[in-house]
T-cell receptor, first 111, second 112 residues
Framework: DVKVTQSSRYLVKRTGEKVFLECVQD?????MFWYRQDPGLGLRLIYF???????EKGDIPEGYSVSREKKERFSLILESASTNQTSMYLC??????????FGQGTRLTVV | KNEVEQSPQNLTAQEGEFITINCSYS?????LHWLQQHPGGGIVSLFM???GKKKHGRLIATINIQEKHSSLHITASHPRDSAVYIC??????????????FGTGTLLAVQP
């Protein structure tokens, strides 16, 4: 079975902290994605990566950055966490033109 | 107007009922995905389809490309089907990166 694993299920961070969310997949997928999910808004794409060291902005990249140094790992970085970044964060991976596999999600609370 | 719209937003059914969730999209697509999200967050892919109909157990997904419409049906619904069901379109301008456009989801509660 494909596994997409996110490093934490729940995180509580303080305003201004630098926050790292890690995602690892074990199926050699080229594409990896970071989404945030908020009530009434659905999933929105923050960043995606289609290869090692390659990244592109999604629909809501402001306040975030990403890193993909190895094919299996895609990290989301909140440079200076703010309360409006409190959300559910979901990582996903896929091959070209195939179904996406999602991690279990990280519920981040910024206080 | 969202590029992917689902209806209804909320649905309550009695165990055993036949359930339909609808999805309309306004973009050209290479595929349409149906996803399931249980409380707690994890999302599971149910179907990916580009034409016709697919069936898996009690779940059936159909798509009409000309009308830009897809439906997810659940036969003989059960309380364990309670979840959020999400429709997502893979636009044909997205290329091989497989970026998806998501609907806002349908919250289904099946009561015993």
């Amino acid at each position: 079975d494909v596994k997409v694993t996110q490093s934490s299920r729940y995180l509580v961070k303080r305003t201004g902290e630098k926050v790292f969310l890690e995602c690892v997949q074990d199926m050699d997928h080229e594409n990896m994605f970071w989404y945030r999910q908020d009530p009434g808004l659905g999933l929105r794409l923050i960043y995606f990566s289609y290869d090692v060291k390659m990244k592109e902005k999604g629909d809501i990249p402001e306040g975030y950055s990403v890193s993909r140094e190895k094919k299996e790992r895609f990290s989301l970085i909140l440079e200076s966490a703010s309360t409006n970044q409190t959300s559910m964060y979901l990582c996903a991976s896929s091959f070209e033109y195939t179904e996406a596999f999602f991690g279990q999600g990280t519920r981040l609370t910024v206080v | 107007k969202n590029e992917v719209e689902q209806s209804p937003q909320n649905l309550t059914a009695q165990e055993g009922e036949f359930i339909t969730i609808n999805c309309s999209y306004s973009v050209g697509i290479s595929a349409l995905h149906w996803l399931q999200q249980h409380p707690g967050g994890g999302i599971v892919s149910l179907f990916m389809l580009s034409s016709g109909k697919k069936k898996h157990g009690r779940l059936i997904a159909t798509i009409n490309i000309q009308e830009k419409h897809s439906s997810l049906h659940i036969t003989a619904s059960h309380p364990r089907d309670s979840a959020v069901y999400i429709c997502a379109a893979a636009p044909n301008y997205g290329g091989a990166t497989n970026k998806l456009i998501f609907g806002t989801g349908t919250l289904l509660a099946v009561q015993p």
